[in-house]
């Protein structure tokens, strides 16, 4: 039997899935393996259709249905392409959700602001699948748009998946944090859930971010997960909104 063919798949897969849908987990459990790299092209339609003995419209359906899921980035011309972080200016703005009131095109500079190792307290455990007390790595960073700071983030995420993190190797990585996590720890981020409310700044986050203390802030607070849905980051958000604003594309 053909272990790449769409009968061996994991039983975990219903046997009423659609032929494409087996297909894209297979391809799934591929990417989450490493068999293809981040920024890395994949084989051809027909070539994968031919490995999975399917035909090549069930393949690219299913290669459809990851380009829907930005896991894989189609190129006119070229092929299909593992998606990645560190093409900037093409993934900036899939979680960075804040723009400018002004309409304009801002892309922030990145400021490190602080690293440590800590505990896992009992909710950032809940939140990433770890057991409460476990180690974790904190950051605090601050995002700047022309030199003002908009946004002060407070990071915690699983030390086991990032050793060796430190602010010195942050700042020696030219390019975005998540580009940075991907490319020196093996660790893409792929989906994230967000909730958002209204809070006022304190002595902190008003030094921060350059707000007067009680003035009003965006707090938003992300948990977002790798391959298998496996969370891998808590991020804690304050938002200065003077000049800013939250956006999103809904439908």
């Known amino acids: 039997m053909d272990a790449d063919r769409p009968h061996a798949a994991a039983p975990a ?3 009423y899935a659609p032929l494409y849908q087996q297909v894209r987990e297979m ?5 989450a393996a490493g068999e293809w790299k981040p920024g890395e092209a994949l084989p051809s339609e027909l070539d994968l259709a031919a490995r999975f003995n399917v035909a090549p419209g069930t393949l690219r359906k299913a290669i459809d249905a990851l380009a829907a899921q930005n896991l894989v980035v189609r190129r006119q011309g070229k092929g299909t392409y593992v998606a990645t972080h560190t093409e900037e200016h ?7 959700r ?11 500079g990145s400021r490190l602001v602080d690293v440590r190792r800590g505990r ?4 950032a455990a809940r939140l990433l699948a770890l057991k409460p007390g476990e180690a974790v790595l904190q950051l605090r960073r601050v995002l700047e748009f022309d030199g003002a700071p908009v946004v002060c983030d407070d990071i915690t995420l699983p030390a086991a ?3 060796g993190l430190t602010r010195t190797r942050y700042e020696a990585y030219d390019g975005s944090m998540y580009g940075f996590f991907e490319t020196e720890f093996g660790v893409r981020m792929l989906k994230a859930h967000e909730r958002i409310k209204a809070v006022a700044a304190d002595a ?3 030094r921060l971010l350059r707000v007067a203390p009680g003035a009003p802030l965006l707090a ?12 891998v980051e808590l991020r804690r958000g304050l938002y200065a909104t003077a000049h800013h604003h939250y956006s999103n594309d809904l439908g």
């Open 27 to 31: 391809l799934v459990a591929r990417l």
């Open 98 to 108: 804040i723009r400018s009131d002004t309409g304009a095109t801002e892309y922030p």
């Open 204 to 206: 902190t986050a008003a």
């Open 161 to 163: 998946l990032f050793k």
């Open 220 to 231: 938003v607070e992300r948990v977002t997960t790798t391959f298998g849905d496996r969370p």
């Open 13 to 15: 897969t219903p046997r």
């Open 120 to 123: 896992a307290s009992a909710d």
């Open 90 to 96: 093409a993934s900036s703005f899939r979680f960075l």
